[in-house]
């Protein structure tokens, strides 16, 4: 019988990559042989050593008649990096444990076919659940081609993102907030409107060491982001992106000159097409998109049904007031019969916040293709 505590070795040993290997999974690997870990390792980051590899690369005896955990199945096409199936057999690993099938169409099956060919015993599905966790991301752009994409917003216990005034500095703790920072570490791109960068001149980067960057990307249809804001005078250091829908030449000029990039995605109500942007965030290895509001972009995000998932931070406060913004704007569905339907994912606590996860249920969607 394969043994739980390899395999959550491997899956601790992939989660060390978030961040890095967009828009590459998360895998981890351990070689196990006699009952002791002989070599592990993860993939990295994107355009390295797979984790198969890794692992065969820490070893320091030979791993003839071993066992492979790995989360993911190996894959067994020419890419950044040679087929892992190859090394699995060239190195004599008698049997492979397998947590995750990889739906990637160039490898879907054909990893595990190429290893029971070679005569390697092959266990798939093992803890599937838990190494499944590990690439929401991943699965859904491999198979869509779409950025993942996650609303968050932090909210008061009366379901308020600011005060009438517009201020929202800070809704949330410290904790709750450095766990925003965590994220943006983990996404690609990190998204706000233009109602948002005006009110709030936030710098959108991931504030934790040795963070990855995340693409910053501001939906602005008139290109009002002042070239003073902070997203701009830092537009050489991370990278930022402007998407508008009618805007003047000259000032597209003006943000390309200093380091923010510009395009155009105009829909038919004459502002940003979020759907279209998505599309091209995917066609450009965006993996995934963190949207931080404010409610107009989440409600349009909704509608465009590019929605995946939902953080939502709830403080123990109560901001009141009919004016005061809320995570999703506009008129709203008619009844809760209409209403997005998610599913709760998790629920943690962060002293006395607590961060609601979602996912979205497609199924229900008033979905993109109608
Ligand atoms: N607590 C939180 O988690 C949180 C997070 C974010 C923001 N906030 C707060 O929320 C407030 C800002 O929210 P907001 O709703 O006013 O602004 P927003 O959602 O950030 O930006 C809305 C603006 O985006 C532009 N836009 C471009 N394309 C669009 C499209 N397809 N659909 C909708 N809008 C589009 C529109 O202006 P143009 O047409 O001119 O482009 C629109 O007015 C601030 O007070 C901020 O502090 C709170």
Redesign the pocket.
């Known amino acids: 019988m394969p043994n739980r505590s390899y395999m959550q070795r491997a899956i601790d040993l992939a989660i060390l990559g978030k961040g890095f290997t967009a828009p590459n999974p998360l895998v981890g690997a351990v070689i196990v042989k006699n009952d002791v870990i002989i070599g592990e390792g993860w993939h990295k980051m994107i355009g390295g050593l797979h984790a198969e590899r890794e692992a065969i690369a820490s070893l320091n005896e030979s791993c003839e008649g071993a066992d492979l955990y790995v989360t993911l199945e190996p894959c067994c096409h020419f890419g950044k990096q040679p087929p892992c199936t190859q090394a699995i057999i060239d190195n004599r690993i008698k049997r492979v444990i397998i947590g995750s099938r990889d739906p990637n169409p160039l490898v879907a099956g054909n990893g595990v076919r190429m290893l029971r060919n070679a005569g390697v015993e092959v266990i798939e599905d093992f803890m599937r659940e838990e190494c499944d966790a590990l690439n929401p991301i991943f699965f859904h752009y491999i198979t869509t081609g779409m950025p993942y994409t996650a609303l968050?917003?932090?909210?008061t216990a009366d379901g308020k993102?600011?005060a009438f005034t517009?201020?929202?500095k800070w809704?949330t703790n410290e904790e709750s907030r450095r766990h925003v920072h965590a994220l943006r570490g983990e996404y690609s791109a990190v998204l706000?409107?233009?109602?948002?960068v005006l009110?709030?001149d936030p710098l959108l980067n991931c504030r934790l060491e040795n963070a990855h960057q995340p693409l910053r990307i501001v939906?602005?249809?008139?290109l009002?982001l002042p070239l003073t804001s902070k997203l701009c005078k830092t537009a050489n250091e991370y990278r930022t992106l402007a998407v508008y829908?009618d805007a003047d030449e000259s000032k597209v000029r003006a943000l390309e000159n200093i380091g923010v990039s510009a395009v155009r995605f105009c829909?038919e109500d004459g502002?940003?097409?979020?759907l279209a942007l998505a599309k091209y965030l995917g066609d450009n290895s965006i993996s995934s998109v963190l949207i931080?509001?404010?409610?107009?972009?989440?409600?349009?995000a909704l509608k465009s049904g590019i929605v995946n998932h939902v953080y939502a931070y709830i403080a123990p406060k109560l901001l009141g007031g009919s004016a005061a913004?809320t995570p999703v704007?506009g008129q709203g569905f008619a009844s809760p019969n209409e209403a997005v339907k998610m599913t709760l994912k998790k629920t943690t606590v962060f002293g006395d916040d607590v961060l609601l996860e979602y996912d979205v249920r497609s199924d229900l969607y008033v979905h993109r293709d109608n």
């Open positions: 968050k917003f932090a909210e993102i600011a517009g201020k929202s809704i706000a409107g233009i109602g948002t009110a709030d939906v602005d249809s008139h009002k829908a829909g502002r940003v097409d979020l931080e509001g404010g409610g107009e972009i989440n409600e349009a913004k704007e």
